[in-house]
């Protein structure tokens, strides 16, 4: 296909779309958001009301360290483990940043709109919890982002964004309120949606011409160093992410000590497959900077479950290896013409799926002897119009919300691709990607650098003697 010649001029297109979309979230916001009775002035009479007898019991003071984790992983974690290219770290870590503050702001309203509108007032009350939330739904559009990373424009970011939040929203809801799924760290409502949204996003956007930057698509040891940082960010706040809205008490114990069970393993076997496939068993930056994260991801739902410290270790085991092996073959370029920055779907996309499916599994094999029945009632939320299913159908629908999550981030991604494609976005040409000087104003000294040997790409095999 014929593509017109890219202007990257943004001056007047991102500005306006800062401009507009802000005031916009202004309005909104003052339609429709209003304080939570737990941070409301109003909370000195609530609490005499409910018979609340301290202010230590404020939902503020069980969520705010969880809710700082999270933060911490949304803007440091996942915004260094982008800054690996040798050319592009203004871009990996500030337009993170960007999308980040805006996806925070229209999540607030998506989510509200769907779980916390109050029908009589017509407003959306928030508090802490709502916050964690918010960050969680910028999540996907931020994995999104790792698969497009170095070839899109912040505009087009900003309308990834916008879209991916929205989804989120809708997908979350069928998958959470009406499936009545369980997914404390998100393996199918982030992970697994977020993956395939940007996967699907950059097939669409396919550049047949993109080995033009191709001297760009790499890293330098510094650039890996700073990207380090981020993975060392994300692993040691994932215990965090994984409990932050799950139940107080045993629940959000039993998923921190899962989450932080599956990580130290999967680091374990991810350093025994990198060194196993080079000839002298020398390690890969590239999949200790991301194939180690995998034992988060793929105990996101089955976090708050009985899965046993020992099950933990297994999923750990298996998904360092399985994430690995993605980045040691990587099959999506070079079958299905997909272009995956940083190998999205071996570190959310594939490991979220298993995830949502390892959840379905834990969830069909509970048991009333291992629970108790109060236990049961209280993990997997048997109240209400569900006081009466079986922990078998709950693992069928566990299931069924994992391919409602890949479906999502399937259809919706494609859509939003060919929404960018219109020649409007002022996107980088194929041999002008994955270079800050597209965006940034750059210091003199790096700007006429010269071809550094490639190095360390994330998703081209460097055909090593297995």
């Known amino acids: 296909m014929l593509r017109i010649p890219s202007n990257t001029n943004i001056r007047v297109s991102l500005p306006a779309v800062c401009f507009v979309w802000q005031i916009a979230m202004i309005i909104l916001f003052g339609v429709f958001i209003r304080y939570d009775e737990e941070s409301d002035a109003h909370w000195v009479e609530f609490r ?36 690996f290219l040798k050319r592009y770290s203004f871009g990996g870590v500030g337009f993170n940043f960007l999308i980040a503050a805006f996806g925070l702001q229209w999540a607030l309203l998506m989510q509200g709109w769907f779980h916390a509108l109050n029908p009589e007032t017509g407003k959306i009350t928030i508090g802490v ?25 912040p505009v087009q970011l900003l309308v990834v964004t916008l879209f991916g939040v929205t989804l989120f929203a809708v997908e979350e809801y069928i ?27 950059s097939w669409v956007l396919y550049r047949p011409n993109l080995h033009q930057s191709k001297r760009l698509n790499g890293s330098v040891y510094h650039s890996d160093v700073f990207a380090m940082i981020g993975t060392l960010f994300l692993w040691m706040f994932w215990p965090s992410f994984n409990s932050a809205i799950t139940d107080h008490g045993d629940g959000q114990h039993r998923a921190a000590i899962n989450t932080y069970l599956a990580l130290a393993s999967s680091v374990l076997t991810t350093v025994a497959i990198s060194s196993m496939s080079q000839k002298r068993g020398k390690l890969d930056m590239v999949h200790i900077q991301n194939a180690t994260l995998a034992g988060g991801v793929a105990m996101g739902t089955a976090a708050e479950f009985m899965i046993t410290p020992y099950g933990s270790l297994i999923v750990g085991f298996c998904t360092g290896i399985i994430s690995t092996f993605g980045y040691l073959f990587p099959f999506l370029e070079k079958h299905l013409k997909l272009q995956d920055t940083c190998g999205v779907h071996n570190l959310h996309a594939m490991p979220g799926m298993l995830g949502g499916f390892i959840g379905a599994i834990v969830a069909a094999a509970a048991d009333e002897s291992v629970y108790s029945r109060e236990g049961l009632i209280n993990t997997f939320d048997f109240e209400g119009e569900f006081a009466n299913r079986s922990v078998g159908t709950q693992g069928g629908f566990q299931a069924a919300g994992t391919c409602v999550a890949i479906a999502f981030g399937l259809v919706g991604g494609a859509i939003v691709g060919f929404i960018l494609r219109f020649p409007i976005w002022g996107d980088p040409a194929d041999d002008n990607c994955y270079d800050d000087e597209v965006y940034w104003e750059v210091p003199e000294d790096e700007e006429a650098i010269p071809p550094v040997l490639e190095y360390n790409n994330h998703m081209i095999h460097k055909h090593q003697d297995m």
């Open 175 to 201: 998958i959470l309120d009406l499936l009545h799924c369980r997914d404390a760290g998100g393996s199918m409502v982030i992970h697994a949606f977020g993956g395939y949204y940007g996967l699907a996003i």
């Open 48 to 83: 005499r009301e409910n018979n609340i007898t301290s202010d230590i019991e404020n939902d503020f003071y069980f969520r705010y360290p969880s809710f700082q984790d999270v933060h911490v992983m949304i803007f440091v974690g996942f915004g260094f483990l982008m800054t």
């Open 129 to 153: 919890e709502s916050l964690i939330n918010a960050d969680f739904c910028c999540a996907g559009s931020l994995i999104a982002y790792g698969a497009l990373l170095g070839k899109v424009s």
